[in-house]
C-alpha cells in the first residue's frame, strides 16, 4: 500500500487523534446492540497504548443532522470499548472547544478518550476549515481507521489531514483495503463476483467496473427483474426499475462482447405478498404469476452459483439474493454465504462488501469463517466501483 501506515510511526507520547467508525446500532436501552465495528478498530488502538501514545478516537453516530440529540451520544459506546480494552476510556462531552482541549492535554502515555459525536456538527459534513483545524488541535499525528467512511470527504476524513505532518491509515483501514485491492488489481483467477440487492442504479458503476475484471458476474436480489423486463419477461408484481430498463438492455449487451460471463438465475421463490408466512412457490423465471412477487433465487440457481464458485480463487460478494431479513425469504442468501464457508476453507479468497451481505453473513454466525468482511456498505461499493476514496488520498504517501 502506498500510503503511510500506523506501523510507520512513533507514537510515544504524542496524542494520536484516530478517526474510527463506531457508527453503531443501540437498543431502546441506548445500549450498543452490535459492537462489530468497535471490536475491528481495537487492534489499532492497542498498538497506540503499547507503543505508550495516548489515542484520541473520534466518530460520527446516526444522522443528528448537526444538532445534539442525546439519543445520538457515544457514551455508550466509550462503555463498551472500555469493557473490550479492559482499562477506562475517557469521554469528553464535546468533540471541540475549550473543555476537549484541555482534556487532551491532561491525557497521559497509555490512555484512551473518546470524542462526542462529530455529526453534532454540520461543519463536519460541510468539511469546514476550521471545524477540522479546532479537531486536529491539541494532536500530533492523525490515523484513519474508519473506512466506512472513507468514501466521504469531511471533515473528520479529509479535511483534518491538512493539520498533520503525518497521516497514515490504521490496521483495519489497511486490511479493508488490502483485501479489496488485491482482489480488484491481482484477483487468483478464477475471479466470481455475486451482486445482488434491490436495486441496478445502485450498482451500474460496479457491474462497469467489474465487467473488465471479474471472470463471472452472478446476480441476484431484486436487481434481476429489471434485467428480465429487458429481456421481455413477465415478472408479476416482482420489483422492477422502470427508468432502468433500457440501461438493462445496454449492460446485457455489453456482456455479449465481455470476457466475463453474466450468470442470471434459472428460477425464483415467489410469495403472494412480501412479508412472512406468505403462501410462496418457486417457479422458472420465464413462469412469473402475474399475481406474484419474486422474492429469493430458487434451488437450480443456488446449485448453477454453487457449480460455478466450487473453481473459483477469489470471490467478491456485495448484495443478497433475495429478502433475507424475512425467514422464509432467506435461503439462497444464506446458501450461497454458508457455501462461500465451505470454499474459503478450501483456499478461496472471499471478500464481502459492507452493507446487508455483511449482516446476513453475521446473522448467519459466518463472519469468522470469511477472508474479510468489509465494515463499510457504501465506501465498499465505491471502491467496487472503481473510485477513489477521499479519506484514503488524503493520507500521507509512504
Not at 471533515?155 to 479493508?176: C, I, R, W
Not at 441496478?200 to 429489471?226: E, H, P, Q, R, W
Request: some cysteine.
Amino acid at each position: 500500500m502506498a500510503k503511510l501506515s500506523i506501523s510507520d510511526l512513533h507514537l510515544k507520547g504524542k496524542n494520536v487523534l484516530v478517526r474510527v467508525d463506531f457508527n453503531v446500532p443501540l437498543d431502546e436501552k441506548l445500549q450498543v446492540s452490535d459492537d462489530f465495528r468497535i471490536r475491528e478498530a481495537l487492534p489499532t488502538i492497542q498498538k497506540i497504548i503499547k507503543d505508550g501514545g495516548r489515542a484520541i478516537l473520534c466518530s460520527h453516530l446516526g444522522r443528528p443532522k448537526g444538532k445534539r440529540v442525546d439519543s445520538m451520544s457515544l457514551k455508550p459506546v466509550a462503555d463498551r470499548l472500555s469493557r473490550l480494552l479492559g482499562k477506562p476510556v475517557k469521554f469528553a462531552p464535546d468533540c471541540i472547544g475549550q473543555e476537549v482541549l484541555a482534556m487532551k492535554q491532561k491525557l497521559q502515555d497509555g490512555e484512551v478518550m473518546l470524542l462526542e459525536n462529530l455529526r453534532f456538527y454540520a461543519e463536519e459534513e460541510k468539511n469546514d476549515t476550521n471545524f477540522a483545524k479546532a479537531l486536529a488541535e491539541g494532536c500530533h499525528v492523525y490515523v484513519n481507521d474508519a473506512f466506512g467512511s472513507a468514501h466521504r470527504a469531511h471533515a473528520s476524513t479529509e479535511g483534518v489531514t491538512k493539520y498533520f505532518k503525518q497521516s497514515a491509515a490504521g490496521f483495519l483501514m489497511e486490511k479493508e483495503l488490502k483485501y479489496l485491492g488485491e482482489a480488484l488489481e491481482k484477483p487468483k483467477r478464477p475471479f466470481v463476483t455475486i451482486l445482488g440487492g434491490a436495486k441496478i442504479s445502485g450498482k451500474i458503476d460496479v457491474i462497469a467496473n467489474l465487467m473488465n475484471k471479474a471472470d463471472y458476474l452472478l446476480i441476484g436480489g431484486g436487481m434481476i427483474f429489471t434485467f428480465f423486463k429487458a429481456q421481455g419477461k413477465q415478472i408479476g408484481k416482482s420489483l422492477l426499475e422502470e427508468d432502468r430498463i433500457t440501461m438493462a438492455s445496454e449492460l446485457l449487451n455489453s456482456f455479449k462482447s465481455s470476457k466475463c460471463k453474466l450468470v442470471l438465475p434459472v428460477d425464483v421463490m415467489v410469495a403472494d405478498k412480501v412479508e412472512a408466512g406468505a403462501k410462496t412457490k418457486v417457479v422458472s423465471v420465464d413462469n412469473i404469476p402475474t399475481d406474484m412477487a419474486g422474492v429469493d433465487i430458487g434451488p437450480q440457481t443456488i446449485a448453477k452459483f454453487k457449480e460455478i464458485l466450487k473453481d473459483a480463487k477469489t470471490i467478491v460478494w456485495n448484495g443478497p439474493m433475495g429478502v433475507f431479513e424475512i425467514p422464509d425469504f432467506a435461503k439462497g442468501t444464506e446458501e450461497i454465504a454458508r457455501y462461500l464457508a465451505e470454499v474459503t476453507g478450501k483456499g478461496a479468497i472471499t471478500v464481502v462488501g459492507g452493507g446487508d451481505s455483511a449482516a446476513a453473513v453475521k446473522k448467519f454466525g459466518l463472519d469468522n469463517k470469511l477472508s474479510h468482511v468489509s465494515t463499510g456498505g457504501g465506501a465498499s461499493l465505491e471502491f467496487l466501483e472503481g473510485k477513489v476514496l477521499p479519506g484514503v488520498a488524503a493520507l500521507t504517501e509512504k
